[in-house]
């Protein structure tokens, strides 16, 4: 019998609903929630991928002090006692959380609770301030609150959207396919990308601005300015509902005086410019939406500020199809901010500075002390534990020892702390070989609790796989260090119902529409009704007990004069200029199959097969400038460090500036972690770091050799100088190179692939005088590893080798051809992988579309079943058939 329940995505904040199925035999069957209403039943490759990754393969299932299994109790007495014993001795503000909007929000809320109203302190901080910080800061100054006006309902109803600084193909694939469909349903819709690359986002635009980095303030400031020179202003709703229009107005004439100097900072003509303008200005209906690209700068808060000026100045906002729309990084980074996870917040959307409501927030707690001032945020919180200013910190669900910016010095900070406690699901990351205390977490599948989406939508994430091992909840594990500090009568939580009616009812407090968030309605939920919660957008409150849809209806602001505020913007540059030694822009961010540090993206062989190593996307002309060649390594070098990619030449970059995945780290390569050579500059008004420009130098790397192994098992890698490593299917994949030659091949490959006592069937060739070797090791007739190397780049192709894994037994001539690396009989190499979701390469879908005649993405899928699951191919399918289409082109 199978058992489905309706549960949460645990990736973007799309929030997708998912069904999950779990069979008889304990077999997990994921697919989306035709009933959800952000994604009504679909997933992008990820989404669809996640029942590969619930394997309990590097789970921490018990809990550990300095790597020795303890109990339970002695785990949360330690960490109490040691918590205890630096806050005698150096005060609350020597103890730190490191949070993340992984977490659901009854973890974030019993966290915050206990870091604010019980230890005293503000240091608690998220992940999420590297994600969408700026955007929070935006509205607060322009709406009072930190309140997202659109559903994704607008993105159906606009006849204009302007996607600005967000690659929503592959970091919000879902909502942008409902874009797309939306225009396939209404060709008279708009789409603007405004970026500097060229994303796969830019197959559904109608306009693509590839601006110079950093101009965006420019690029809206002009618009304003447009708007305005041109009657657009909503004068009644300017007059009525905002304040501050004249100082933006002369603020921004300041820095722009025309559309030749719009076109001049921004780096596009000026006939693009204007036609984005005229399409801004006849449009009534336009959502502009914005996302990483926008949020993290030195100066993102303005660049929020600078987009919402131009619908406060049209009155397009609160209105359908209309208004500025942040998509959100991570599944519960709103969650987070609901319950107060950042250091600049107290909870419910109060600040912490409000002297009338942290006395209420403190009775309401019946906590002994409350913070009254801001905590470290978080680039500024571990600069606090390299200077021994912080003396413990709890990381929970991230991994910042990858994620952060500058990322050695985090390294070091974890290093030199003197207690750090990490909890998480995974037993090995980078952040956990720094943790003196490992406490085993629940994972997705087993959590219990709510997310809420970018739309303002909270949704159930329901368990249904057992807890395994002794993991346990993150509001568990922090309940109980509560209790045994102290505060066991405040912390009575026995279930995650218990504190979301708590989380509820503190919304609830001097509120009366004051505040925009307010779960009132659900402050009494019973169980049962907390179980069988619908997705919902809050507030959700006595006026709107079925939610709310969409923000500032009526008009009215929770500004103090009850006015959204136009807030005067002047054009700033990068915190860090470029330079002779430094001469080219670095832009980091995520690619379409992966996530964060790829603690679960990792484990799943389709999602590793697109892009299945760490790479530096770079113009042709600066592979010429810099002496580089596609599929090459090559150094990319900074002031705060130096990491070792392989190039990937592309014309959608622009000249000068180049591109890094966010992703890979110590688990999965050695030198490929792109926040190593990120500046640690923030945006003063967020804290937000500036991901999106760091000045770096390109240098090829000249290795000595290179190579690949295949292996059925993970290997403890050597000291090389360079390698990574990704999933395949029943494999490990391994790219490596090196400076120095081993003294004997045949020993070090042995020590590698083979384990003391293993009865082995091992066969090798050496062309020592071509510095070429290959070697196999066989067990039970079947392939068990392998390994090539040469002192070039020209290797035999993989896929040949990488099937063999899928053998029960090899045959004579499989054996035989093992060391040539390909069959005797010739075989079709499928190329890159394209379509993750069944497996489909490049070279297969060139030949269907010049063999077969194809025409179309759909003809594409009937052929070959690439796109017509997720989707998120789509793009490269038609970058296929247009490029196809030119080369046929007479």
């Known amino acids: 019998m199978t058992n489905t329940v309706k549960t949460t995505c645990p990736y973007c904040g799309v929030g997708c609903g998912v069904l999950a199925s779990v069979a008889a035999d304990g077999r997990v069957e994921i697919k989306g929630d035709p009933e959800h209403p952000a994604n009504f039943g679909r997933l992008c490759s990820k989404g669809a991928a996640l029942a590969d990754t619930l394997d309990m393969d590097d789970r921490l299932l018990y809990p550990e002090i300095h790597n020795k299994r303890v109990s339970w109790l002695d785990a949360i007495s330690h960490v109490a006692s040691r918590f205890s014993e630096i806050i005698q001795q150096h005060g609350p503000d020597a103890v730190a959380f490191y949070v993340s909007g992984q977490l659901l929000t009854e973890d974030y809320y019993v966290a915050n609770k206990l870091m604010k109203g019980f230890i005293g302190s503000a240091n608690i901080d998220t992940n999420s301030r590297l994600c969408m910080a700026s955007s929070v800061a935006g509205h607060k100054r322009a709406f009072g609150a930190d309140c997202v006006p659109c559903s994704y309902e607008d993105l159906e109803r606009a006849k204009l959207i302007v996607l600005v600084g967000s690659n929503a193909a592959w970091c919000h694939p879902v909502l942008y396919q409902r874009i797309s469909k939306a225009k396939k349903d209404n060709p008279d819709l708009q789409i603007v990308v405004v970026d500097p690359r060229r994303t796969d986002t830019c197959d559904i635009a109608d306009l693509h601005l590839a601006i110079k980095p950093g101009s965006d303030t420019a690029l809206f400031n002009g618009l304003l300015l447009y708007l305005d020179d041109n009657d657009e202003r909503n004068h009644a709703f300017v007059t009525a509902c905002t304040e501050g229009i004249d100082a933006a107005i002369k603020c921004a004439r300041t820095g722009i005086a025309d559309l030749v100097s719009v076109s001049q900072i921004c780096d596009v003509p000026i006939e693009k410019i204007e036609k984005f303008y005229r399409l801004f200005a006849r449009t009534e209906r336009v959502v502009t939406v914005y996302s990483q690209g926008v949020n993290q700068w030195s100066f993102g808060t303005d660049k929020v500020n600078s987009i919402i000026n131009c619908h406060l100045l049209t009155g397009r906002i609160g209105r359908p199809g209309m208004g500025p729309f942040s998509f959100t990084g991570q599944p519960n980074a709103m969650g987070g901010r609901e319950v107060g996870g950042l250091a600049n917040q107290l909870a419910a959307h109060i600040d912490i500075e409000n002297d009338v409501l942290r006395p209420k927030v403190q009775q309401f707690w019946q906590a002994p002390r409350i913070a009254s001032r801001q905590g470290h945020k978080a680039v500024q919180m571990f600069d606090a534990i390299a200077r021994?200013?912080?003396?413990?910190?709890?990381?929970?669900?991230?991994?910042?020892?990858?994620?952060?910016?500058?990322?050695?010095?985090?390294?070091?900070?974890?290093?030199?702390?003197?207690?750090?406690?990490?909890?998480?699901?995974?037993?090995?990351?980078?952040?956990?070989?720094?943790?003196?205390?490992?406490?085993?977490?629940?994972?997705?599948?087993?959590?219990?609790?709510?997310?809420?989406?970018?739309?303002?939508?909270?949704?159930?994430?329901?368990?249904?796989?057992?807890?395994?091992?002794?993991?346990?909840?993150?509001?568990?594990?922090?309940?109980?260090?509560?209790?045994?500090?102290?505060?066991?009568?405040?912390?009575?939580?026995?279930?995650?119902?218990?504190?979301?009616?708590?989380?509820?009812?503190?919304?609830?407090?001097?509120?009366?529409?004051?505040?925009?968030?307010?779960?009132?309605?659900?402050?009494?939920?019973?169980?049962?009704?907390?179980?069988?919660?619908?997705?919902?957008?809050?507030?959700?409150?006595?006026?709107?007990?079925?939610?709310?849809?969409?923000?500032?209806?009526?008009?009215?602001?929770?500004?103090?004069?009850?006015?959204?505020?136009?807030?005067?913007?002047?054009?700033?540059?990068?915190?860090?200029?470029?330079?002779?030694?430094?001469?080219?822009?670095?832009?980091?961010?995520?690619?379409?199959?992966?996530?964060?540090?790829?603690?679960?993206?990792?484990?799943?062989?389709?999602?590793?097969?697109?892009?299945?190593?760490?790479?530096?996307?770079?113009?042709?002309?600066?592979?010429?400038?810099?002496?580089?060649?596609?599929?090459?390594?090559?150094?990319?070098?900074?002031?705060?460090?130096?990491?070792?990619?392989?190039?990937?030449?592309?014309?959608?970059?622009?000249?000068?500036?180049?591109?890094?995945?966010?992703?890979?780290?110590?688990?999965?390569?050695?030198?490929?972690?792109?926040?190593?050579?990120?500046?640690?500059?923030?945006?003063?008004?967020?804290?937000?770091?500036?991901?999106?420009?760091?000045?770096?130098?390109?240098?090829?790397?000249?290795?000595?050799?290179?190579?690949?192994?295949?292996?059925?098992?993970?290997?403890?890698?050597?000291?090389?100088?360079?390698?990574?490593?990704?999933?395949?299917?029943?494999?490990?994949?391994?790219?490596?190179?090196?400076?120095?030659?081993?003294?004997?091949?045949?020993?070090?490959?042995?020590?590698?692939?083979?384990?003391?006592?293993?009865?082995?069937?091992?066969?090798?060739?050496?062309?020592?005088?071509?510095?070429?070797?290959?070697?196999?090791?066989?067990?039970?007739?079947?392939?068990?590893?392998?390994?090539?190397?040469?002192?070039?780049?020209?290797?035999?192709?993989?896929?040949?080798?990488?099937?063999?894994?899928?053998?029960?037994?090899?045959?004579?001539?499989?054996?035989?051809?093992?060391?040539?690396?390909?069959?005797?009989?010739?075989?079709?190499?499928?190329?890159?992988?394209?379509c993750a979701c069944y497996q489909v390469g490049l070279n297969q879908i060139r030949n269907a579309i010049e063999t077969q005649d194809l025409q179309s993405v759909e003809a594409i899928g009937k052929a070959l079943r690439a796109g017509t699951n997720c989707g998120s191919c789509i793009p490269e399918l038609h970058h296929l058939l247009k490029k196809h289409q030119t080369v046929s082109e007479p």
């Not at 020590?751 to 005088?769: F, P, T, V």
């Open 388 to 834: 021994g200013e912080i003396k413990a910190v709890w990381i929970m669900a991230t991994n910042p020892a990858v994620s952060l910016p500058d990322a050695g010095k985090v390294r070091y900070a974890l290093a030199q702390c003197e207690f750090v406690v990490v909890s998480d699901c995974v037993q090995n990351t980078d952040t956990l070989a720094y943790a003196h205390v490992r406490l085993p977490a629940l994972g997705w599948g087993e959590k219990d609790g709510t997310v809420t989406n970018s739309e303002r939508r909270i949704s159930r994430q329901r368990p249904f796989l057992p807890e395994p091992g002794e993991a346990r909840s993150d509001w568990w594990i922090v309940t109980e260090i509560a209790r045994c500090l102290g505060f066991a009568a405040q912390f009575p939580y026995v279930n995650a119902a218990q504190i979301f009616r708590e989380h509820a009812l503190l919304s609830t407090i001097d509120n009366q529409g004051k505040r925009d968030f307010d779960l009132g309605a659900w402050s009494s939920l019973t169980e049962d009704e907390y179980d069988c919660l619908v997705p919902t957008q809050w507030p959700v409150s006595s006026q709107y007990p079925n939610g709310t849809k969409r923000m500032f209806t009526d008009g009215k602001f929770f500004t103090s004069s009850g006015k959204a505020r136009f807030v005067a913007i002047e054009p700033r540059c990068s915190a860090t200029a470029l330079s002779t030694q430094f001469p080219l822009i670095l832009n980091s961010g995520r690619i379409r199959d992966q996530w964060h540090t790829m603690t679960r993206t990792g484990k799943s062989a389709k999602l590793s097969t697109h892009i299945n190593e760490p790479l530096v996307v770079v113009h042709p002309d600066d592979v010429q400038r810099f002496a580089l060649s596609d599929g090459a390594l090559a150094e990319v070098q900074s002031a705060w460090g130096k990491v070792i990619m392989r190039v990937s030449q592309s014309n959608a970059q622009r000249a000068g500036e180049i591109f890094l995945p966010m992703h890979w780290n110590g688990q999965f390569t050695r030198q490929g972690c792109a926040d190593t050579v990120i500046n640690p500059n923030v945006d003063p008004i967020s804290g937000q770091p500036e991901f999106k420009h760091t000045p770096v130098m390109l240098a090829p790397y000249h290795a000595s050799w290179h190579g690949f192994m295949l292996s059925r098992r993970r290997l403890v890698m050597p000291e090389l100088a360079y390698w990574s490593l990704s999933r395949g299917d029943g494999f490990w994949r391994y790219q490596i190179a090196g400076q120095q030659f081993p003294d004997v091949w045949e020993e070090w490959s042995r020590q590698l692939l083979c384990s003391k006592g293993d009865a082995i069937n091992w066969i090798e060739y050496h062309d020592r005088g071509a510095k070429r070797y290959r070697a196999a090791r066989l067990q039970g007739g079947q392939l068990e590893s392998c390994l090539f190397i040469s002192p070039t780049r020209q290797l035999p192709e993989r896929s040949w080798l990488e099937s063999l894994f899928g053998q029960s037994i090899l045959s004579d001539q499989e054996c035989r051809s093992l060391l040539v690396g390909k069959p005797v009989t010739a075989q079709a190499d499928p190329g890159k992988i394209v």
